[in-house]
């Protein structure tokens, strides 16, 4: 019998998973509790279209792993009707952009084996078809005690999940990344290939942000970084951020737990990121978020 993942959160990378699970044998299950939670797309990966179906998710007791891919603003809201409904054993996943929602998460699922992670898909979704523009991998570690003691979850296809014991350099790699593309695509309004065109500011937002990002865990420094950031604007240039998307569109955004959350972890260390501060500005003005 085939395995059961409960997917929350069928967007562009929820949707990706769910389809590369379907491709493993999995069963995969919308664990949405709002109205009509079956979810429907097509996904192209390539030159192959495939059409997928996801229904509800039934009872959650069945699950054999829960994974997250929800926006960050909305995680905290959407997994409070899920505690007690799955198996104390079960895994628990979270993937997602940005820092400070693993807490609302693991408040919920506190004895459950929780993993956090972060995806390098690049995946886009247009109404009810998504496509994979870029390969990557969901990298994913232990975050609690006990999902420790597991380790690498069983089954799941090695094609899709690295397993890190520590996921932590690799969520903040991208949050550090993320930190500088997404508010400055954005500001600009442009795809993610201006990065290019903005070497000098690339320069010293990454010095800022390693400087903040270092006592958490970061494993990178200002050259890295800032390699690193003008390598995935490079690859993706052609790309435009979800962020820069959801301003377009007059959506909320994750910059609280993006920009936002490097700003409020540097004032709590007492360092001064005017670079960062004036890029948020410039944001909030943007979005329509200034004071």
Same mark, same amino acid.
């Given at each position: 019998m085939a395995k059961i993942a409960a997917v929350l959160g069928l967007?562009? $990378?929820? !949707?990706?998973?769910?389809?590369? @699970?379907? =491709? !493993?044998?999995?069963? $995969?299950? !919308?664990a949405d509790t709002r109205e009509n939670p079956e979810r429907e797309f097509d996904f192209i990966d390539g030159s192959s279209r495939k059409h997928y179906a996801i229904p509800a998710l039934g009872d959650p007791k069945k699950?054999?792993? @829960?994974?997250i891919t929800l926006k960050a603003f909305a995680t905290g809201k959407a997994v409070r009707p899920l505690r007690n409904r799955f198996r104390p054993s079960m895994p628990v996943m979270l993937l997602e952009n940005g820092m400070g929602q693993d807490a609302a998460v693991m408040d919920v699922f506190r004895v459950n084996p929780f993993y956090l992670g972060v995806t390098a898909l690049g995946a886009v979704k247009d109404g009810t078809t998504v496509t994979l523009n870029a390969d990557g991998k969901a990298v994913y570690g232990p975050r609690s005690v006990n999902a420790g003691g597991i380790g690498r979850i069983k089954d @799941?296809?090695? !094609? $899709? %999940?690295? %397993? =890190?014991?520590?996921?932590v350099p690799a969520v903040l790699r991208k949050l550090a990344a993320n930190t500088v593309i997404n508010p400055l695509t954005a500001v600009l309004d442009e795809k993610n290939g201006i990065i290019l065109e903005k070497a000098d500011l690339v320069r010293r937002l990454t010095d800022e942000i390693c400087r903040v990002l270092a006592p958490l865990g970061l494993r990178e420094t200002p050259d890295s970084l800032y390699e690193a950031v003008m390598g995935i604007a490079e690859r993706t240039r052609e790309n435009s951020s979800s962020m820069r998307e959801d301003v377009r569109h007059g959506r909320p955004t994750e910059n609280d737990f993006i920009l936002g959350f490097v700003i409020k972890t540097a004032e709590r260390f007492g360092m001064e990121v005017p670079e960062l501060k004036r890029l948020e500005a410039e944001f909030l003005r943007k979005s329509g978020n200034a004071e």
């Amino acid at each position: 019998m085939a395995k059961i993942a409960a997917v929350l959160g069928l967007g562009a $990378v929820g !949707s990706t998973i769910a389809a590369k @699970l379907i =491709e !493993s044998g999995w069963d $995969v299950r !919308s664990a949405d509790t709002r109205e009509n939670p079956e979810r429907e797309f097509d996904f192209i990966d390539g030159s192959s279209r495939k059409h997928y179906a996801i229904p509800a998710l039934g009872d959650p007791k069945k699950a054999d792993i @829960l994974i997250i891919t929800l926006k960050a603003f909305a995680t905290g809201k959407a997994v409070r009707p899920l505690r007690n409904r799955f198996r104390p054993s079960m895994p628990v996943m979270l993937l997602e952009n940005g820092m400070g929602q693993d807490a609302a998460v693991m408040d919920v699922f506190r004895v459950n084996p929780f993993y956090l992670g972060v995806t390098a898909l690049g995946a886009v979704k247009d109404g009810t078809t998504v496509t994979l523009n870029a390969d990557g991998k969901a990298v994913y570690g232990p975050r609690s005690v006990n999902a420790g003691g597991i380790g690498r979850i069983k089954d @799941l296809p090695e !094609s $899709v %999940f690295f %397993f =890190e014991e520590n996921p932590v350099p690799a969520v903040l790699r991208k949050l550090a990344a993320n930190t500088v593309i997404n508010p400055l695509t954005a500001v600009l309004d442009e795809k993610n290939g201006i990065i290019l065109e903005k070497a000098d500011l690339v320069r010293r937002l990454t010095d800022e942000i390693c400087r903040v990002l270092a006592p958490l865990g970061l494993r990178e420094t200002p050259d890295s970084l800032y390699e690193a950031v003008m390598g995935i604007a490079e690859r993706t240039r052609e790309n435009s951020s979800s962020m820069r998307e959801d301003v377009r569109h007059g959506r909320p955004t994750e910059n609280d737990f993006i920009l936002g959350f490097v700003i409020k972890t540097a004032e709590r260390f007492g360092m001064e990121v005017p670079e960062l501060k004036r890029l948020e500005a410039e944001f909030l003005r943007k979005s329509g978020n200034a004071e």
